[in-house]
């Protein structure tokens, strides 16, 4: 091994596994790569702009941006102060330090945590010199170290006994047509470990992909190296497989007779293992409510839930989010740029819904034609329900997911699947993430707190498929069954339950005065329900002016906190505010709003949002939820309301874990649109995707009497009544 006193040498680390060398030079940036099928490394070569792609990986080290800035590193004076900001306005703190050894000797090197960064690039510091950098996107970790000061960095955690080692090369077996049971084909390749094949049998970690199988190759293949062999599939009608693409209806089948195939390929031990992310989540539930007992292990990461809990039908609304899903998938493979558009404002006003696609892509697509005649939960979309097939659901699964994940329902219908039927051998993790989990410290302006990045994703991965494919007793099990992280006092808890088992449930019931787009006065919104002067709050809702929820459909991220302060100004949107926190107050688990309401229309939407409002009056998002009025009591049999009827609505929000400040007030906001997630409901009761026609609708929300409108908020807190001024 090389010393670490060269100061223009590193190492590449990806998931603990070298893959490249780097030398910094003056004019130009050298670098060598390990080539995993052969073993060997190749000769060094200038770095150039197209290398810096790496495979089209994301958040692999910015190997430009650190040249650039390795002269400034090397001034800087990190004993001086806790908190730096280098000239390129990027900000460091201080984080946590590993011990080991480097250059024959103990020495410690400490962690500079990037706040803003997205993703961060963190620094590693040992007496004053830069040794190396980090890099984290999802459970990929990467690591660019001075060579020999390995051990000061988080490449120590994978020194651990009990976890499979990156010695084997890689043999690609070659593309295979692989036949579902209706006679159609899917395009699978597979990768061996060399030195096993033909020799011993081995699991499968096994990805299903719409987005094009060979995109994930190169960040998967380190399963390889380890002793697992790889296989990729293009799902139905996608990459090169045959067949029409419709998601989610044919996942189950066909990830079922997949599973089989693999386990009956002569270089496989029988055992399958599946990881992906979002319609990779989907893609393994689904195949494991088939029941397949070859299924042994799933790793799902921001799981895509059942189309009418999550993101298609979402309490039966028409969700204009999906839009930029259909952009990025418009082609045979994923088009990664496609939903990066400047018209996203025209596309969503087209009516009728149903003529979008051929307007804006000049061609129809199959399956949104399919999507506007099956407007309710029927055989169709039952196709798809995995959570209704739970009962044969029984596969240790490590669960990721995030608090502005925006399939955050579908983290919390699998958790509460294998909660019902009291599976064992499961593992959730909770982030204070988006989608793109384990990518920032801070979202939209809300600072997330340096812990909200883990080094520890890939390795927890690697386990995880080491205790359950392959049998090795690494403890794994053992550990409690839930991490989540608590927003406001940014840190990470364990528990063996989610929600944590010491919540109680509280309501805090809605109070008069509630009136749309005045100012916001104390005392609306209380632990106790009072008498209030009004029986109700009422606004009318036109759904040629809906209400923005606030998301940007190029980003594709639709639960990102927001501030909602002038969106509250507006006439149709409904405010109900505590008191300034006497205490600090965390809420930890599912929240639900319980709204009584009529509307003048035989059908609308209702959309509940609550927001943290500081001593300024920012409001900022923490969780929301929705639903179409005709869907209230059934996805399956939806019943047109009787106009200024009141009905019961039962809004489930996204979970969360979250502390309400000192002095700052919980607000719940009622509104009936959330332009750029759904599309607005026209009120007029007819089919919504082929609906043209308008209907102001008067709404209201009574909270008097036996109505009596609340949230429902899980607290941590045992003497919560103290954290409110009554």
């Known amino acids: 091994m090389k010393n670490c006193n060269n100061s223009n040498e590193f190492a590449l680390y990806k998931s603990g596994i070298h893959v490249w060398d780097v030398v910094f030079a003056e004019d130009n940036i050298m670098r060598r790569e390990k080539d995993v099928y052969s073993g060997e490394w190749s000769e060094y070569e200038a770095l150039t702009d197209k290398d810096t792609a790496m495979g089209s990986i994301a958040g692999d080290i910015p190997i430009y941006e650190i040249n650039s800035i390795l002269g400034e590193l090397g001034s800087v004076n990190w004993s001086g102060s806790n908190s730096i900001t280098l000239k390129n306005g990027k900000r460091y703190e201080r984080y946590k330090s590993f011990q080991g050894k480097a250059e024959g000797l103990n020495k410690e090197a400490f962690v500079w945590a990037e706040c803003d960064g997205d993703p961060p690039l963190d620094l590693m510091i040992e007496n004053g010199r830069v040794i190396g950098f980090i890099c984290m996107a999802g459970d990929r970790s990467s690591i660019l170290v001075k060579h020999g000061c390995e051990q000061l960095s988080p490449l120590s955690y994978w020194n651990e006994e009990l976890i499979s080692k990156p010695v084997y090369t890689v043999k690609h077996l070659g593309s295979f047509m692989v036949p579902m049971k209706d006679g159609i084909k899917l395009s699978t390749d597979i990768w061996m470990p060399s030195e096993i094949y033909g020799k011993k049998k081995v699991p499968a970690i096994f990805i299903r992909t719409p987005y094009g199988r060979m995109l994930f190759m190169k960040a998967s293949i380190k399963y390889v190296q380890m002793g697992y062999a790889l296989v990729i599939q293009d ?14 209806i044919n996942e189950m089948e066909d990830g079922d007779a997949a599973i089989t195939w693999i386990s009956e390929q002569p270089w496989s031990d029988g055992g399958v293992g599946t990881i992906g992310g979002s319609y990779g989540g989907f893609v393994q539930w689904a195949a494991a409510a088939s029941g397949n007992p070859n299924l042994k292990a799933m790793v799902s990461f921001v799981t895509a839930g059942t189309p009418f809990v999550d993101c298609i039908r979402k309490g039966g609304c028409y969700m204009s989010g999906i839009l930029a899903w259909i952009a990025l998938t418009s082609g045979k493979t994923a088009n990664i740029n496609a939903a990066n558009r400047s018209d996203w404002d ?16 000049g061609a129809k697509v199959g399956y949104w034609d399919e999507w506007i005649e099956h407007e309710s939960n ?3 979309w039952k196709k798809a329900d995995w959570e209704s097939k739970g009962e044969k659901i029984n596969v240790p699964t ?7 994940d925006d399939d955050s329902a579908g983290s919390t219908q699998g958790w509460n699947v294998v909660k019902k039927y009291k599976r064992e051998n499961q593992k959730l993790i909770l982030g204070p993430w988006r989608h793109q989990f384990n990518t920032a410290r801070n979202l939209k302006g ?20 080491d205790r359950y494919l392959k ?10 069954a839930v991490d989540y992280y608590i927003l406001g006092d940014n840190k990470w808890i364990k528990s063996e339950t989610w929600p944590p088992q010491d919540v109680q449930s509280v309501n805090l019931y809605f109070g008069s005065s509630g009136n749309a787009g005045q100012d916001i006065d104390d005392g609306r919104l209380n632990p106790e329900h009072g008498r209030s002067q009004k029986q109700y709050d009422e606004y009318a809702y036109d759904p040629k002016d809906p209400a923005v929820h606030m998301a940007d459909l190029s980003e594709n991220e639709f639960s990102l906190p927001a501030n909602y302060r002038e969106v509250e100004k507006r006439s149709d949107v409904l405010t109900y505010s505590s008191a300034p926190m006497k205490k600090d107050l965390t809420v930890a688990g599912d929240m639900c709003a319980v709204i009584y309401a009529s ?4 059908d609308t939407d209702w959309v509940v949002r609550v927001t943290d409002v500081d001593e300024e009056g920012n409001s900022m998002r923490i969780s929301d939820g929705l639903i179409k009025a005709k869907y209230r009591d059934s996805f399956e049999k939806p019943e047109l309301l009787c106009p200024d009827k009141v009905y019961e609505y039962r809004i489930g929000l996204l979970k969360t874990a979250y502390t309400f400040k000192k002095g700052h007030r919980i607000r719940v906001q009622v509104t009936s649109s959330a332009k750029y997630l759904t599309f607005p409901n026209h009120n007029t009761g007819s089919e919504a995707g082929k609906d043209t026609e308008y209907i102001v609708a008067n709404q209201k929300i009574y909270h008097s009497g036996e109505y009596r409108s609340r949230i429902e908020i899980p607290v941590l807190n045992e003497n919560f009544i103290d954290s409110f001024s009554l």
């Open 346 to 361: 025209e596309i969503i006003n087209i009516r009728p819904i149903k003529d979008i696609p051929e307007k804006v892509f």
């Open 446 to 465: 809300m600072p997330l707190g340096i812990d909200a990045i883990r080094y520890d994703m890939d390795l927890l991965v690697v386990k995880w498929f």
């Open 235 to 248: 799902v139905r009608g996608r990459g090169d497989s045959e067949g029409m693409f419709q998601p989610f």
């Open 378 to 380: 029927d055989e169709y």
């Open 398 to 404: 490590l669960s990721v997911s995030g608090w502005f």
């Open 599 to 602: 509307s003048s229309a035989k």
């Open 471 to 480: 049998g090795i007793k690494n403890g794994i099990e053992k550990e409690p």
